[in-house]
């Protein structure tokens, strides 16, 4: 076995010095194992390697151009300031950190981390605090790191990337499909706000999101933040069905992740409002119309504001149409006396100002009784139109003061 060890590292030694005596590879074929190297400046165009290990090997300065990586075991391996443009890994197991590297329009399909025995003090230390581990030693996956790592439309297709680490990444397109396993991965310090999108295996009107995401939620840094519900709209204007499905399963699935981590709580709910006016993008007919309605009214459970600027809409347009007839009763202070304006163009040079806003003072002052249905019988509404505003205000009132109340309590309780 000793033997066998040394001869592949004999032949990794003379597949290096090859390798290192060219600063440029077109179209070459790698089958042999590299073990304990350090390559530097070589760049790799149209490259394949094929099922060979690599062992504790550090790839610097280098550039890959459509290369492929085919049944590779990567153990130990670095990719450091490296460029990789329209590369693959396809069923490649990985123990493998990218530090100040580029990736673009770079694929990873069916890969795999390699299994590593943890202890949780090991992983308390050097990772810091993880969600569902518990004390005692476990089996764990290595991690894939991304350090300061530029993305430019990056594809993970039925990836384990369990615990895996996206730390001070500048993000440009990054898609997730197809049983991608990110349980504990962790989005740290990215330099740019950016879009992670969940695909799905079937293109059906709502499927639902394939990730791993439940035994434990996905790791979002509190200072990551996805685009908010703005910027969002404008991804969905230019995007086709499928895109557009794609954004809604992820602000679903960047929703639940803050949710379970107990994330800042306006957070998730700006992640949640944008996930359901995304959705209402999808709605058609009736159930648009329904969820049109309840963004408008309260955000969808968490705009409660919305429920208040609503109510003083309804109240102010309803003390305009309560000019058109309201009686004040006896008071201590004046006499009774009836409101009643009607539009006449001709009598408008003879306008009283004062007297109109003492007038809509009153009327305001009605509205406001009615609205919240408390009234005092010191003032009555007179005419058709101000008795038919009157029964709408106090129906709409009370639903709207209603659906606001409760807004508000249901984001306190959480």
Not at 97 to 125: G, P
Not at 187 to 208: G, N
Not at 326 to 351: A, C, P
Request: hydrophobic share 40%; with cysteine.
């Amino acid at each position: 076995m000793c033997e066998r060890s040394d001869e592949l590292r004999k032949i990794s030694k003379q597949v290096i010095n090859i390798i290192n005596g060219s600063i440029s590879h077109k179209g070459a074929m790698f089958s042999r194992p590299f073990f304990d190297t350090k390559i530097s400046r070589i760049v790799f165009d149209e490259c394949q390697f094929e099922k060979i290990d690599l062992q504790n090997v550090t790839f610097d300065n280098c550039e890959f151009r459509k290369c492929k990586f085919d049944c590779v075991m990567i153990q130990d391996g670095c990719f450091i300031d490296c460029e990789l443009s329209t590369c693959k890994f396809i069923d490649t197991t990985l123990d493998v950190k990218f530090e100040k590297c580029i990736l673009i329009t770079t694929q990873f399909i069916h890969c795999n981390a390699m299994d590593d025995v943890y202890s949780y003090e090991k992983v308390m230390k050097n990772e810091g605090s993880l969600l569902g581990l518990e004390k005692g030693p476990r089996s764990i996956r290595k991690n894939i790191s991304f350090m300061d790592v530029k993305f430019f439309m990056i594809d993970f297709n039925d990836v384990d990337l369990q615990f895996s680490i996206f730390k001070g990444c500048q993000i440009d397109g990054i898609e997730f499909y197809n049983n991608t396993n990110l349980i504990g991965a962790r989005f740290e310090k990215v330099k740019e706000t950016f879009i992670v999108l969940f695909q799905c295996k079937e293109r059906l009107m709502f499927p639902e999101y394939t990730l791993v995401l439940n035994q434990y939620p996905v790791i979002f840094n509190e200072q990551t933040y996805f685009p908010t519900y703005k910027e969002a709209k404008q991804l969905a204007k230019k995007a086709d069905r499928r895109e557009l499905i794609g954004l809604v399963n992820s602000y679903d699935a960047i929703y639940s992740s803050c949710r379970n981590n107990n994330f800042d709580i306006n957070l998730a709910g700006d992640y949640y409002y944008t996930y359901k006016a995304l959705l209402c993008r999808t709605f058609t007919g009736v159930q648009k119309i329904k969820s049109i309605f309840y963004k408008s009214i309260n955000g969808y459970g968490e705009k409660w504001q919305r429920g208040m600027v609503w109510s003083l809409i309804l109240i102010v347009a309803s003390a305009f149409l309560y000019l058109s007839g309201l009686q004040v009763n006896d008071t201590f202070v004046s006499d009774g006396y009836i409101i009643q304006y009607q539009i006449d163009f001709k009598s408008m040079g003879t306008f009283d100002f004062i007297k109109f806003v003492k007038d809509f003072a009153s009327c305001l002052y009605f509205s406001i009784m009615t609205f919240t249905t408390v009234g005092y019988g010191n003032m009555q509404a007179i005419g058709i139109i101000s008795n038919i505003v009157s029964s709408v205000q106090m129906l709409v009132g009370v639903l709207l003061m209603t659906i606001t109340t409760g807004t508000l309590l249901r984001r306190i309780i959480r």
